[in-house]
């Protein structure tokens, strides 16, 4: 199952930054990476991790995504075979911007 779920995370991340590339309704979803995706253990929740380019914008951006996390799951649902398309809930990566608050400490900017 391990294997399964990682793979299906890959599968899920490719397709939602491919969504947000190429059809997504406001354009300073742009300005968004996903970059990671972490799938409950029943396959039916994902948590989707994202990186703000602009990170001033990045609650305002967050509660967008909130907004539109149908269109996101509808559009999932088109592009996979999956018997049941998870709940899509939308966070910041807290991880990659602490890592670039350190290394901006690093350098000393």
Request: no cysteine; hydrophobic share 35%; aromatic share 8%.
């Amino acid at each position: 199952m391990g294997h399964h779920r990682e793979r299906l995370q890959e599968e899920i991340k490719r397709t939602l930054s491919e969504v947000l590339e190429f059809e997504a309704r406001d354009p300073r979803m742009s300005f968004v990476t996903v970059t990671k995706v972490r799938l409950s253990s029943d396959l039916h929740q994902a948590t989707v991790f994202l990186d703000f380019l602009e990170e001033e914008q990045g609650h305002q951006l967050l509660r967008l995504f909130q907004e539109e996390r149908g269109f996101f799951r509808s559009e999932l649902a088109k592009r996979l075979d999956l018997r049941y398309t998870p709940e899509l809930q939308f966070r910041e990566d807290e991880e990659l911007r602490q890592a670039r608050r350190i290394d901006e400490l690093l350098k000393g900017d």
